[in-house]
């Protein structure tokens, strides 16, 4: 079999007939590119959320189809032969008519999927279409035949055996003759219910989906060119990281830089699947290339913000010279299936962060029986409005001096809680959101704009 690259996709290189004309053209640009996984065009996924929330205004509601409806025809006005593509959406749009309907009465986890996987499937439809119309051999491959997760709906959870062996068995041959164009983000449990992967997922099928076929490649087109040193909407000065090692684009991930699902580079990482991201607007201007091994390490490679942390504060006198407190604690969040992100103790008092992976995006909750439970061996202080900053980089634990630097800059700020020296990679601190994105432009202008 020849080697396969596999190339996502976001929002906005699928937003509209221009977009889609420049990742088409992106696409042919790569001979080895068999595998296009695509998300929803730009906007559609926070419309079909709403939805699927339950709109109790019928104007609104109207309002939603309308703008669905505009966001997928102004595509379809501009493909020679939209027949097919449009009697698909309108079949979508009907069963989101229908799903948007009874959300409005009842809400569940199991229709929202249902009703955001519509994005990926509508705007599949016409990526394959104008692929077709600009001469390419492209079919659409409904990914939920191949992409099994649990039944954990908004965060499904892929069951890696099964979608090896169904992609090999499905997908892969295919991929040999056409170019196959996928839905990213969306699956499906082993009793055929659509499932999602959580906010942002499409980053992560697409490279489940490179692992399973074997692919030689990922590239992940979206609005920037690479990976940056920080998000350049909050500090434009932020400049593109030309290679990164998996572990520090994973840090970066995981602590919220937005680019990537922090779930993206586990499948890559695990076959060694270079990574490459990149601009579908401006593909001449490169970008970051993902790898095991790169050329050079700095001490301070990024920094990322990840707003809507909660804290929980812990306060007790009994934890005075005492042991066990901890185990105690620790029980009763295990009890709650509560994980914890961050965690600073001092005699009396432990102060955590609510891990907040599976929560696209909004603040985690303390379970009220948990909060009542863990009273009964200290006061609890929650507190909401925070964000952590993550400074990403090498050998921070056993490098001099950087800590005046870093705090030096950061002296007009009031730090809530920091994390140093349990990772080489990273150190981190909360703040107030009011502060936290001066404070990144502030930190930024010290250690990556000098
Ligand atoms: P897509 O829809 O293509 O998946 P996203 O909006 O999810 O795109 O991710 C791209 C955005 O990530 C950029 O527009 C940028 O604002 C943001 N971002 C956050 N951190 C970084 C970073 N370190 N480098 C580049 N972009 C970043
Ligand atoms: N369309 C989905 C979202 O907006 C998935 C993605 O774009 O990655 O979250
Ligand atoms: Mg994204």
Redesign the pocket.
């Known amino acids: 079999m020849n080697p396969i690259n596999v190339a996502k996709f976001?929002?906005?290189?699928v937003a509209n007939f221009e977009a889609m004309s420049r990742s088409a053209h992106v696409i042919e640009q790569n001979q080895k590119t068999h595998l296009v996984v695509i998300?929803a065009c730009s906007g559609v996924t926070n419309l079909l959320v709403e939805l699927a929330n339950g709109v109790q205004d019928s104007q609104r509601k109207k309002d939603i189809f309308e703008e669905l409806k505009s966001i997928h025809f102004s595509v379809l006005d501009q493909l020679s032969d939209p027949i097919y593509p449009e009697q698909a959406i309108l079949e979508i749009l009907e069963d989101i008519k229908k799903a948007a309907d009874s959300a409005s009465f009842q809400s569940s986890d199991k229709l929202t999927d249902h009703l955001v996987a519509c994005g990926e499937l509508m705007s599949t439809h016409l990526f394959t279409q104008l692929l077709i119309e600009r001469g390419n051999s492209a079919v659409r491959f409904d990914i939920r035949t191949v992409l099994r997760t649990d039944t954990q709906f908004g965060k499904g959870e892929p069951q890696l055996e099964e979608i090896s062996q169904l992609a090999q068995a499905k997908l892969a041959p295919l991929c040999q003759k056409h170019i196959v164009v996928t839905q990213g983000f969306i699956g499906s449990d082993s009793e055929g219910n659509t499932t999602t992967l959580g906010r942002?997922g499409?980053?992560y099928s697409a490279a489940l989906i490179a692992e399973s076929v074997n692919a030689c490649g990922l590239e992940i087109w979206?609005?920037?060119p690479?990976?940056?040193?920080?998000?350049?909407?909050i500090a434009p000065a932020?400049s593109p990281i030309p290679e990164i090692s998996f572990s520090e684009a994973s840090e970066?991930a995981n602590y919220g830089?937005?680019?990537l699902h922090p779930s993206t580079l586990l499948p890559a990482l695990r076959h060694q699947i270079p990574v490459f991201v990149g601009s579908s607007k401006e593909p001449e201007k490169g970008g970051t290339w993902i790898k095991q091994k790169v050329d050079s390490s700095p001490l301070f490679r990024?920094l990322?913000l990840r707003c809507n942390q909660t804290m929980v504060t812990l306060h007790s006198p009994n934890m005075f010279h005492a042991y066990g407190f901890l185990a105690e604690v620790f029980k009763i969040l295990a009890k709650y299936q509560i994980s914890v992100d961050l965690i600073t103790t001092s005699e009396v008092s432990v102060a955590l962060t609510l891990d907040q992976t599976n929560t696209n995006g909004k603040a985690p909750e303390l379970p009220f029986e948990a909060q009542q439970e863990l009273e009964k061996l200290c006061t609890v202080e929650i507190e909401n409005n925070l964000c952590l900053i993550a400074l990403i980089g090498n050998q921070m634990s056993d490098s001099k001096g950087y800590a005046k630097q870093v705090f030096g800059a950061l002296e007009d700020f009031n730090l809530r809680m920091i994390c140093y020296g349990a990772s080489q990679h990273n150190l981190c601190f909360l703040l107030h959101e009011s502060e936290s994105k001066r404070a990144v432009q502030v930190l930024h202008k010290e250690l990556f704009e000098k």
């Open positions: 976001g929002g906005t290189s998300s942002g499409s980053d979206t609005d920037v690479g990976i940056y040193t920080t998000d350049p909407r932020a970066m830089a937005k680019i990024a990322t």
